[in-house]
């Protein structure tokens, strides 16, 4: 499952603006590794400060961004989550090594391909999952690519070289179709710019 920490991360409340704080991106960060790796033979390893260098220049274009969420809510959210995977990838705060004890699961095929990714992925889906629903709108729900392990080698590739990318892929993953020259230029989103020509016209 993709999105493990979806349901405890809606119990904090007011998650829209909790998520601006590191505070809570740690915690709700190591919480979603218990999550997926525990019982794995993975044991994850973070990387404070690399976290914490990608929650700041996260919260730097989110700021940038933000009175673009008036245009529509509902993408912005989706944006910002992927600005997060984007800055986590560029920041690669997670490691992954082989624990001590048995594995008493198996991962996943996909999650096999980049632990590391997936594990990125299934952070910021989840919290914008919680913050959608929080907000009462319409949650994204994992497209069946996320379960196709070829989806994560090509993720991993292509990110790894250019970690824009990541926004592009994270709207495949939530079924939306992705701007692939500019993934992470905000107002180039056709949402936004579909909804700025009904405004102007």
């Known amino acids: 499952m993709l999105t ?3 349901n405890e991360v809606a119990d904090l409340g007011d998650l829209s ?4 704080r590191f505070r809570t ?15 794995t033979g993975l044991k994850p390893l973070v990387d404070t400060e690399a976290l914490a ?16 969420a008036g245009v529509n809510r509902h993408d912005f959210v989706i944006y910002a989550a992927g600005m997060m995977l984007k800055e986590l990838v560029a920041a690669s705060p997670l490691r992954t090594g082989q624990n001590t004890g048995s594995a008493e699961k198996e991962l996943s095929r996909s999650m096999e391909r980049w632990p590391e990714g997936y594990a990125y ?49 994270f709207d495949l993953v939530c079924g939306n179709a992705p701007n692939w020259e500019a993934p992470d230029v905000p107002w180039l989103r056709r949402s936004f710019r579909n909804a700025q020509k009904k405004l102007a016209s």
């Open 121 to 169: 992925t299934s952070f910021c889906l989840s919290v914008a999952s919680a913050i959608l629903k929080e907000m009462g709108e319409e949650e994204p729900r994992a497209s069946g690519l996320s379960d196709d392990p070829a989806f994560w080698d090509s993720f991993r590739e292509n990110s790894l070289e250019s970690p824009a990318t990541a926004v592009a892929f």
């Open 17 to 20: 603006h909790e998520a601006r």
């Open 4 to 6: 493990p920490l979806k």
């Open 25 to 39: 991106i740690m915690w709700t960060f190591e919480r979603n590794l218990t999550l997926l790796f525990d019982g």
């Open 53 to 68: 260098e990608a929650f700041s220049k996260w919260r730097q274009a989110f700021d940038k961004a933000k009175h673009l």
